[in-house]
C-alpha cells in the first residue's frame, strides 16, 4: 500500500548504547511538536519527551520531564499550536470534482507542489524540474496509489504497497469473519479496493496529507498512528465517530501496516484508545481489542505478544510491490521469503490459504502455514518463523533456526556464525539476533563489531 516507512518513533533519540523505554500514558498533556503530541521516553539517564514519528534529527523537539514542569518551557512550547499544519478536505474535494469533470488529457498532479490542476486552467507556473503526472485517467484518479510518487525518506514516512495478491488475501480474511466495514491505517491501498467493492465500507487514517486530494473529506483523515492524533482535530474526530456509528452493524476491522522500526507500545495503546471509542460511541461494552490485521515484521513478535496476548501472527508472508526484500523472489535457486507478517486477533483458521501453493494446512495447528514450515510434535506447534525449516533442540526444548547450534558453554542455542559466550538474564527478545535476555544495544553478535570501529578510531 502506500506506505509509509519509516514513520516511526525512534529510540535512537538518546545515546545508542542506552535502552531506550516508551512510557505510556495519556499523551494530551504532552508537549506538542510539529507531528502532534510527543511520547515520554525513559532511559537510565532520564526521562524526557520527543517526537512520536521521526527516526532522526528532523524533528527537534527534545524536552526533559523536569524541564516540562517549567512555565517558561511550557509557554515556549505552546507555538505548535498554531504550527502544527491543517488541511482544508472540503476545498480539495471541490477541485478534485471539477478535474474529473474534464478530459483524463487535460488533468495534471505536480508531486512537488502536491497541486492536482487542469492544464487547461491558469495556474501557477510549475518549474521544468517539478514532477508532472499527466494525463490521468479515471482508473488512476480513484486508486492515486497507481501513480502517486512514493514517499523515500526512511527515517520519517517512506512508502510500500502491497501486491494485489496481499491485498486479495486481506479481502478474503475479511470475508471469512463476515466484516464489511474497514479502519484502514496506512493502508491506503486496502482503502481503495474497499472503495471498488460494494460489500465494504471503509475510512483511510494515514500520514500522507496528498490522500486528501482525491478523497471525500468523510473518507480520509490526516492521521499520526504513534499518538493516535488527528491534524485537523475535532473535525476529523466527528467524520472518525461517524463511521463507527455506522460500522455497528457488519462488523469492523482496523487494517494497519506501521514504519516496520516504529514502536510496539505506542502502537498497540492507539488500537486501544481506538477500541475504546468505538465501544463508547456504539455503546457496545467488551473486553479486548478491536478486530485487528496488522503487517509486521515477524522478529517484532515477542514485542507484540508480550504486550498484547490475544494478537497473534500467522505465517503469511506479505509482499510489497516497490520493496525488493519484501517481495517472495527466487535468486540462484533459493526462495527468499518476505519477512512481513500478519498480527491478528481473528481466528487463523479464518485465513485461507488453499489456492496458494506456497501454503499448505497443518492438519495439527488447523490453520495453513508455509509449505516450508514443520509441524514439531515436541512443541506441538508450527515453529518456523522466518520461512525456514526450523529444527528441534532437546536441550533448549524449543525449535531454533537451521543456523543455529546449541552452545554448551551459553546453556543456549545462537547464531553459529560470529558466536560469542556470554551470560543472558531472561527479558525480552533482541532485534538483532531475536534471542531472550538482553537488547539490541548490548547483542553479544555486535559487540565484536564495535570493538573493531572503536579500535579502528582509536588507530
Not at 1 to 29: C, G, H, N
Not at 249 to 257: A, R
Not at 298 to 326: C, G, L, R, V, W
Request: with cysteine; glycine share 4%; aromatic share 10%.
Amino acid at each position: 500500500m502506500p506506505r509509509k516507512r519509516k514513520f516511526e518513533a525512534k529510540d535512537s533519540i538518546a545515546q545508542k548504547t542506552l535502552p531506550v523505554e516508551v512510557v505510556i500514558e495519556d499523551v494530551t498533556t504532552h508537549p506538542l511538536c510539529m507531528h502532534g503530541p510527543t511520547l515520554l521516553f525513559s532511559t537510565e539517564k532520564g526521562r524526557f519527551y520527543a517526537c512520536a514519528s521521526c527516526r532522526n534529527k528532523e524533528c527537534t523537539v527534545h524536552i526533559d520531564e523536569e524541564d516540562w514542569l517549567k512555565e517558561n518551557v511550557r509557554k515556549r512550547n505552546e507555538k505548535y499550536y498554531s504550527l502544527i499544519p491543517k488541511i482544508d478536505k472540503a476545498a480539495a474535494w471541490s477541485n478534485f470534482c471539477e478535474i474529473k469533470s474534464r478530459h483524463y488529457a487535460d488533468r495534471a498532479f505536480c508531486n512537488t507542489c502536491e497541486e492536482l490542476y487542469a492544464l487547461s486552467q491558469p495556474s501557477k507556473k510549475h518549474a521544468k524540474e517539478h514532477r508532472i503526472i499527466t494525463p490521468l485517467t479515471d482508473e488512476q484518479l480513484s486508486r492515486p496509489t497507481t501513480f502517486l510518487p512514493m514517499l523515500e525518506n526512511d527515517s520519517v514516512e517512506a512508502q510500500y504497497m502491497f501486491t494485489k495478491k496481499s491485498i486479495s488475501t486481506v479481502f478474503g480474511i475479511l470475508k471469512n469473519n463476515n466484516i464489511s466495514n474497514i479502519l484502514c491505517i496506512g493502508t491506503p491501498s486496502i482503502h481503495e479496493e474497499a472503495q471498488s467493492q460494494p460489500d465494504f465500507t471503509s475510512l483511510l487514517l494515514d500520514y500522507d496529507k496528498r490522500h486528501h486530494l482525491f478523497q471525500p473529506p468523510k473518507q480520509f483523515v490526516w492521521y499520526n498512528m504513534f499518538n493516535n492524533y488527528m491534524f485537523n482535530g475535532n473535525e476529523d474526530e466527528k467524520v472518525l465517530k461517524k463511521f463507527f456509528k455506522n460500522s455497528r452493524e457488519g462488523g469492523i476491522c482496523i487494517v494497519m501496516d506501521p514504519p516496520f522500526g516504529g514502536r510496539v507500545e505506542p502502537l498497540i495503546q492507539t488500537l486501544k484508545e481506538l477500541t475504546e471509542l468505538y465501544r463508547r460511541v456504539c455503546d457496545k461494552p467488551g473486553d479486548g481489542l478491536l478486530p485487528v490485521l496488522w503487517a509486521f515484521p515477524y522478529f517484532s513478535e515477542p514485542y507484540i505478544t508480550n504486550t498484547a496476548p490475544e494478537i497473534k501472527m500467522h505465517d503469511y508472508q506479505i509482499e510489497y510491490t516497490n520493496h525488493k526484500k519484501f517481495l517472495n523472489r527466487m535468486k540462484d535457486g533459493r526462495k527468499f521469503a518476505s519477512p512481513i507478517r500478519f498480527f491478528t486477533n481473528l481466528p487463523l483458521r479464518t485465513i485461507d490459504l488453499s489456492n496458494d501453493s506456497d501454503y499448505k494446512l497443518c492438519n495439527k495447528c488447523k490453520f495453513y502455514v508455509s509449505a516450508t514450515n514443520n509441524h514439531c510434535y515436541k512443541c506441538g506447534a508450527c515453529t518456523s518463523k522466518n520461512g525456514m525449516t526450523y529444527k528441534h533442540c532437546d536441550a533448549c526444548k524449543r525449535c531454533v533456526k537451521p543456523t543455529f547450534f546449541h552452545c554448551k558453554a551459553c546453556g543456549r542455542c545462537a547464531q553459529e556464525r560470529n558466536h560469542q559466550c556470554g551470560v543472558v538474564v531472561e527479558s525480552q527478545s533482541c532485534f538483532n539476533c531475536k534471542e531472550t535476555g538482553h537488547k539490541k544495544s548490548a547483542c553479544p553478535q555486535l559487540q565484536g563489531r564495535n570493538n573493531n570501529k572503536k579500535k579502528r578510531k582509536s588507530a
